[in-house]
């Protein structure tokens, strides 16, 4: 996995990954004003580009097909009918499950220029994505009905994908669910289950399976050729994007050098000039190349996408605040972790966080969004480490996102205990910084005990799960060291806990394995946090309060004043195990909080935070 720190941005994401109590659906009366959740929910249905903001009024959304009817009559039309076609039903069931989430974006005369080149980029790039994917060759055989056409265009192929639908067969955009056949390797071997395996097996294999190259035949035939006349366009339309941009010099640099890529298949001079980019010599963020796997079945195959954001300078401040005392902190972490860690000499790497504009081909998903990535994955660029990592920070911040994570939180919490969460941004961008802080503090990844890496000692998958508990504890034991010193107000370290402890319960309610039982990181992570905050009196669990939502019975209750306390201890219990490779005092960790409900309770959380729909992004740039 190259994308260790996406998943520490993982953290942040399901911290923004809750939805909206979805409005009691009622059947309209003939006069009756659609609430605007349904509003929302039945536009998606019906394919129909729009989204209702809060003030009532309408913005249009990209990566539609174009549309030209009367959205508002429609939509009222919508709100009365009843789907009597089985299949239709299930697909409507599948798109209702996503709770449309706005990414909205107002462009400044001087930038309409640039963004609308990039568009352009967007629209092939999704051209060349369905083509790798196979849904380009199954686009003509979908029915007229606007429903499936809607599932097609969101679920990026004829696959339903949400919770309640996805192992339904006869749920499918297009009837008799044809299987949707990729385009990266020839299709007559795809009939084989095993088709990867004999691919991995045969003589060429590491010929035929490198990432920038589809298979066709017995042969690698590289990008550039197989997608020749969209990689050219795309590459025309980079240069003339960077025609548009004045006091840009790194990213004009970067645009001509992924045009040139774009040509020539090679993408290290991309890379190469990407990685000259940061969010001191650019205000944007853009990434265009194929580079994730894991959309192929084989997962050999990079797939292209376009990531356009803004650079966010919000993190230049905390780290401004940050780097003086990073000694310190780390100082205090080593304090904790005991011997025979030792305190050693320390450098933070923070991601450049990123406000997202629009995410194009293998970006944008039909249910929630990719909230960090590192890259690139191949080449000098990345066997050197000088790739460039990312938090897309602004994603789940809409009013609809906020409001859904609240009713989640009041779900669990009591009213008291509510009193300390903002459901704001800045809690939420402390707590990504101090966590990613924390990755660069204590025992870290090339920290050895008795000449042992932590994976030769824990085994990777309880590795993984002790470093990043180790962060997600520096993100709670590093607000008190920070309070202290006045860099972080005493409401913000109170928001930021509260903050924190709703994030855990969003990842406890996911599950703490797989379908293949594979641990689920941050699951493992936040339910031993809760566990242990429980077992230290931070936290105490009445079956007989009531929540602050006032309906639910059972709710937790923050205690503030054990808090500090609680989360030392922690620190010292986490960062010591790691010094020492205590495989002991680990096995318990997990048994007790992870594979035990005695402390955490699992099923209540789940049932509570999962009424919930998912986040399904829409996308809007507009003056
Ligand atoms: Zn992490």
């Given at each position: 996995?190259?994308?260790?720190?996406l998943?520490?941005l993982?953290?942040?994401c399901?911290r923004?990954?809750?939805?909206?109590?979805?409005?009691h659906?009622?059947?309209?009366?003939?006069?009756a004003?659609?609430?605007?959740a349904?509003f929302?929910r039945?536009?998606?249905?019906?394919?129909?580009?729009?989204?209702?903001?809060?003030?009532?009024?309408t913005?249009?959304?990209?990566?539609?097909p174009?549309y030209?009817?009367?959205a508002q009559?429609?939509?009222?039309?919508?709100?009365?009918e009843t789907?009597t076609?089985?299949?239709i039903q299930?697909?409507?069931?599948?798109?209702d499950?996503?709770?449309?989430?706005?990414?909205?974006?107002?462009?400044?005369?001087?930038?309409?220029?640039?963004?609308?080149?990039m568009l352009?980029?967007?629209q092939l790039?999704?051209?060349?994505?369905?083509q790798?994917?196979g849904a380009a060759?199954?686009?003509?055989?979908?029915p007229?009905d606007?429903?499936s056409?809607?599932l097609?265009r969101r679920n990026?192929?004829?696959?339903?994908?949400?919770p309640?639908?996805e192992n339904d067969?006869?749920c499918s955009?297009?009837p008799?669910?044809?299987?949707q056949?990729t385009?990266l390797?020839?299709t007559?071997?795809q009939?084989?289950p095993?088709?990867c395996k004999?691919?991995?097996?045969?003589p060429?294999?590491k010929?035929?399976?490198?990432?920038f190259t589809?298979?066709?035949?017995d042969?690698?035939v590289?990008?550039?050729e197989?997608?020749?006349d969209?990689?050219?366009?795309i590459?025309?339309?980079?240069?003339?994007?960077?025609?548009?941009?004045?006091?840009?010099p790194?990213?004009v640099a970067?645009l001509r050098a992924a045009a040139?890529?774009?040509?020539?298949?090679?993408?290290?001079p991309?890379?190469?000039?990407?990685?000259?980019m940061?969010?001191?010599?650019s205000k944007?963020y853009?990434?265009?190349?194929?580079d994730?796997v894991?959309?192929?079945?084989c997962?050999?195959?990079?797939m292209?996408h376009?990531?356009l954001?803004r650079?966010?300078?919000?993190?230049?401040?905390?780290?401004?605040k940050?780097?003086?005392?990073?000694?310190?902190?780390?100082a205090?972490v080593?304090?904790?972790?005991?011997?025979p860690?030792?305190?050693r000499?320390?450098t933070?790497?923070?991601p450049?966080?990123i406000d997202?504009?629009?995410?194009?081909?293998d970006?944008r998903?039909?249910?929630?969004?990719t909230?960090?990535e590192s890259?690139?994955?191949w080449?000098p660029v990345a066997n050197?480490?000088?790739?460039?990592?990312?938090a897309?920070?602004?994603l789940?911040?809409d009013p609809d996102s906020?409001a859904?994570r609240?009713?989640?939180?009041?779900?669990?919490?009591?009213a008291?205990s509510?009193?300390?969460?903002?459901?704001?941004?800045?809690?939420?961008?402390?707590e990504?910084?101090?966590?990613e802080?924390t990755?660069?503090l204590?025992p870290?990844h090339?920290?050895?005990?008795?000449g042992k890496?932590?994976?030769q000692?824990f085994?990777?998958?309880i590795?993984?799960?002790?470093e990043?508990?180790k962060?997600?504890?520096?993100?709670?034991?590093?607000?008190?060291?920070?309070?202290?010193?006045?860099?972080?107000?005493?409401?913000l370290?109170?928001?930021?806990?509260?903050?924190?402890?709703?994030?855990?319960?969003g990842?406890?309610?996911?599950g703490?394995?797989t379908?293949?039982?594979?641990?689920?990181?941050y699951?493992?992570v936040?339910?031993?946090?809760?566990?242990?905050l429980?077992?230290?009196?931070?936290?105490?669990w009445?079956p007989?309060?009531?929540?602050a939502n006032?309906?639910d019975?059972?709710?937790l209750t923050?205690?503030p004043?054990?808090?500090v306390?609680a989360?030392?201890e922690?620190?010292?219990?986490?960062?010591g195990?790691k010094?020492?490779?205590?495989?002991?005092?680990?096995?318990e960790?997990?048994?007790?909080?992870?594979?035990?409900?005695t402390v955490?309770p699992?099923?209540v959380?789940?049932?509570?935070?999962?009424?919930?729909p998912?986040?399904?992004?829409v996308?809007?740039?507009?003056?």
């Amino acid at each position: 996995m190259r994308r260790v720190l996406l998943v520490v941005l993982l953290v942040a994401c399901s911290r923004r990954h809750e939805p909206q109590p979805r409005k009691h659906v009622e059947e309209p009366k003939p006069e009756a004003k659609i609430a605007r959740a349904d509003f929302n929910r039945l536009a998606v249905r019906k394919n129909v580009p729009v989204f209702q903001l809060e003030d009532g009024t309408t913005v249009p959304l990209l990566f539609y097909p174009p549309y030209s009817g009367d959205a508002q009559a429609e939509i009222a039309k919508a709100a009365k009918e009843t789907i009597t076609d089985p299949r239709i039903q299930l697909v409507a069931k599948d798109l209702d499950q996503g709770r449309p989430t706005l990414v909205q974006t107002k462009v400044a005369p001087d930038e309409k220029a640039f963004v609308d080149h990039m568009l352009k980029v967007a629209q092939l790039t999704d051209e060349i994505y369905d083509q790798q994917t196979g849904a380009a060759m199954l686009a003509d055989k979908l029915p007229a009905d606007p429903e499936s056409h809607s599932l097609f265009r969101r679920n990026r192929g004829v696959k339903c994908v949400a919770p309640a639908t996805e192992n339904d067969p006869s749920c499918s955009a297009i009837p008799g669910s044809p299987r949707q056949i990729t385009g990266l390797y020839p299709t007559d071997i795809q009939a084989a289950p095993d088709f990867c395996k004999q691919l991995e097996a045969k003589p060429n294999a590491k010929e035929l399976l490198t990432p920038f190259t589809v298979v066709q035949g017995d042969k690698p035939v590289p990008y550039s050729e197989a997608y020749r006349d969209k990689m050219g366009a795309i590459a025309a339309e980079l240069e003339a994007a960077a025609g548009t941009l004045k006091d840009e010099p790194a990213l004009v640099a970067y645009l001509r050098a992924a045009a040139s890529s774009f040509r020539t298949n090679d993408w290290t001079p991309a890379d190469e000039a990407w990685a000259a980019m940061n969010v001191d010599n650019s205000k944007w963020y853009v990434r265009a190349a194929p580079d994730e796997v894991y959309s192929d079945p084989c997962a050999h195959k990079a797939m292209f996408h376009l990531t356009l954001a803004r650079i966010n300078q919000g993190s230049k401040a905390w780290q401004g605040k940050l780097v003086p005392v990073q000694q310190e902190m780390e100082a205090a972490v080593a304090v904790k972790a005991g011997a025979p860690y030792a305190a050693r000499k320390v450098t933070f790497h923070l991601p450049d966080f990123i406000d997202i504009v629009i995410n194009a081909g293998d970006d944008r998903t039909p249910l929630g969004a990719t909230i960090g990535e590192s890259l690139p994955n191949w080449g000098p660029v990345a066997n050197e480490g000088r790739g460039r990592t990312v938090a897309m920070v602004n994603l789940y911040l809409d009013p609809d996102s906020i409001a859904a994570r609240r009713a989640q939180a009041e779900s669990v919490l009591d009213a008291a205990s509510m009193a300390g969460y903002t459901g704001t941004q800045e809690p939420q961008l402390l707590e990504t910084i101090l966590h990613e802080a924390t990755h660069n503090l204590g025992p870290a990844h090339e920290y050895q005990v008795g000449g042992k890496t932590d994976e030769q000692v824990f085994g990777g998958p309880i590795a993984a799960v002790l470093e990043e508990l180790k962060a997600q504890t520096g993100a709670l034991f590093l607000l008190e060291f920070l309070r202290a010193k006045g860099l972080v107000s005493d409401d913000l370290a109170r928001a930021a806990y509260a903050d924190s402890i709703v994030w855990a319960l969003g990842h406890i309610s996911q599950g703490m394995y797989t379908g293949t039982k594979t641990r689920k990181t941050y699951g493992n992570v936040a339910a031993i946090q809760i566990g242990y905050l429980l077992d230290h009196g931070a936290l105490t669990w009445d079956p007989h309060a009531t929540a602050a939502n006032g309906r639910d019975q059972g709710a937790l209750t923050i205690h503030p004043d054990k808090l500090v306390a609680a989360c030392d201890e922690m620190m010292k219990t986490v960062a010591g195990i790691k010094a020492r490779g205590d495989v002991k005092a680990a096995t318990e960790l997990f048994a007790k909080y992870v594979d035990a409900s005695t402390v955490v309770p699992h099923a209540v959380i789940a049932e509570r935070f999962l009424r919930f729909p998912k986040a399904s992004f829409v996308y809007s740039v507009t003056p």
